[in-house]
């Protein structure tokens, strides 16, 4: 089973999920900084990122882990406030950019092509002080980083995702407050903040396409998180409709205004204005995009990068109580089968993956696509030997295979979330989803290859799994 010639075949890490030094070199804070360190258990065992991986000190140890697993491309995030640590171009860090330049030509040296994330959740704090990204002004402080950023690194850069997963940043930071700032503000937050990431996109896309595309020949999107969704009942119409519209509210909100029209899909738009009608509002809680606008948003991705973990089911349910809520705008119950093997909130389902790259296929008019997430957590996290994990790793490539040969989807690489175990939100260090262990209990923090580590690097060399389908 060769995978076509020069697929990329990459791991993923972001910055304040690995790097630690959290107020080195003049680093500034981010939001998550702030977050951890109010306590409060919003984290596991009120965990921080302090110190993380160390990958801030330690970057000479994750190249080890690069170059052993043989990766063609590896890709990671700019911290935003430890090259700007306000957020703003008025102060740069050099000591910042000193260590991005050593990541991104270290990799070069050793023929490894990297791929950057300019922003991964961690917002600089004095920039969520005056409102983050439910202020219209981030668009242009936005803007104004990642031209900072193409014109630094991109004369090496030319694999650049703008935002990571801004319909989970949205969702959780805006609307339900999971995520820092930690205040929710449902049915209004999540829409106002998708509407500001957009835009933001689409001017640092444009800003790329006419001042260094020309010159750097390099490429922009954003990564877009999606489960697949399957109806509860497949004989049912309405839970087929909650299925189309459970696809719409999560994907096709971010996907339809920057790679179809620069509008959201309809389908969203009435859900939320019939909700806002039936709870009072006066107009939609869902503030549309002038015509100037979608023409800005239409057309502003170079490529597809979806991140998939999981696949849910779906059933219609009536939001008759009227609850606000992001969630509650699509009405529907959310559910896993009962048959699939469940490892926290992933749920092992490797045909899912291929369904959701057909759908992107037929909805976006058959995209380059790449994943640039996609993972298991340790189901033992004790054992080195994670054979198991590696079962559905392999499975998940035998989907790809077949997306790619049966089903001809224009897949060009695979990034595993992630190079190393690291602080996972929410979870802290409960969860490890790292190809390679990492003893956060040792101040040195080893990294030791799992079992799926050494598969994955069998897997490089070969470009592709052994045997047939």
């Not at 998708?194 to 990564?223: P, T």
């Not at 490529?303 to 998939?308: G, H, L, P, S």
């Amino acid at each position: 089973m060769a995978f076509p010639a020069g697929f990329q075949w990459g791991a993923t890490t972001s910055a304040y999920q690995v790097e630690g030094g959290w107020d080195a070199d003049g680093k500034g804070p981010s939001v998550w900084d702030t977050f951890t360190h109010q306590g409060g258990e919003r984290v596991f065992k009120n965990q921080t990122g302090d110190v993380a991986c160390g990958s801030y000190t330690l970057w000479e140890e994750d190249l080890k882990c690069i170059k052993q697993l043989g990766l063609t491309h590896y890709r990671f995030s700019l911290s935003w406030s430890r090259l700007l640590p306000d957020g703003t171009t008025g102060f740069i860090n050099q000591k910042g950019i000193d260590y991005y330049n050593k990541i991104i030509d270290n990799l070069l040296t050793n023929g490894v092509t990297p791929i950057v994330t300019l922003y991964h959740f961690d917002l600089p704090q004095a920039l969520e002080d005056r409102g983050g990204w439910l202020s219209e002004a981030i668009i242009e402080v936005f803007d104004k980083y990642a031209q900072f950023c193409f014109s630094t690194f991109g004369d090496r850069v030319k694999q650049w995702i703008t935002i990571n997963e801004p319909n989970v940043a949205a969702l959780l930071s805006y609307d339900i407050g999971l995520f820092p700032p930690g205040v929710p503000l449902r049915g209004t937050g999540g829409y106002q903040a998708a509407r500001n990431l957009i835009k933001a996109h689409a001017r640092a896309w444009h800003s790329y396409d006419s001042l260094f595309r020309k010159e750097q020949k390099g490429m922009v999107s954003l990564a877009l998180f999606a489960a697949w969704v399957e109806p509860a009942d497949p004989n049912s119409a309405s839970d087929r409709e909650a299925a189309k519209r459970a696809m719409a509210f999560e994907l096709d909100i971010f996907a339809k205004p920057i790679f179809v029209d620069g509008d959201y899909p309809e389908v969203v738009k009435s859900q939320v204005a019939s909700m806002s009608k039936k709870q009072g509002y006066p107009s939609s809680r869902l503030p549309e995009f002038t015509e100037e606008e979608k023409r800005m948003i239409k057309g502003t991705a170079d490529f597809f990068a979806v991140q998939y973990y999981s696949t849910r089911l779906v059933k219609h349910r009536e939001n008759d109580k009227g609850e606000l809520g992001l969630t509650q705008d699509v009405e529907i119950e959310i559910n896993k089968d009962p048959s699939w093997i469940s490892l926290d909130w992933v749920c092992v389902v490797p045909w899912g993956i291929r369904k959701l790259l057909n759908y992107i296929k037929d909805t976006y008019n058959n995209p380059v696509i790449y994943i640039t997430e996609n993972g298991f957590p340790q189901v033992d996290p004790a054992s080195l030997d994670d054979t198991q994990r590696w079962e559905y790793f392999r499975q998940t490539f035998q989907e790809l295979f077949k997306a790619i040969q049966l089903d001809k989807v224009n897949l060009k690489g695979y990034y595993v979330w992630s190079l190393l175990d690291n602080f996972e939100w929410n979870q802290g260090y409960s969860m490890r989803f790292g190809l390679f262990h990492v003893d956060f209990e040792n101040p040195a923090r080893p990294r030791v290859p799992y079992t799926s580590a050494k598969e994955y690097a069998k897997l490089i060399r070969n470009n592709g799994l052994e045997g047939h389908l």
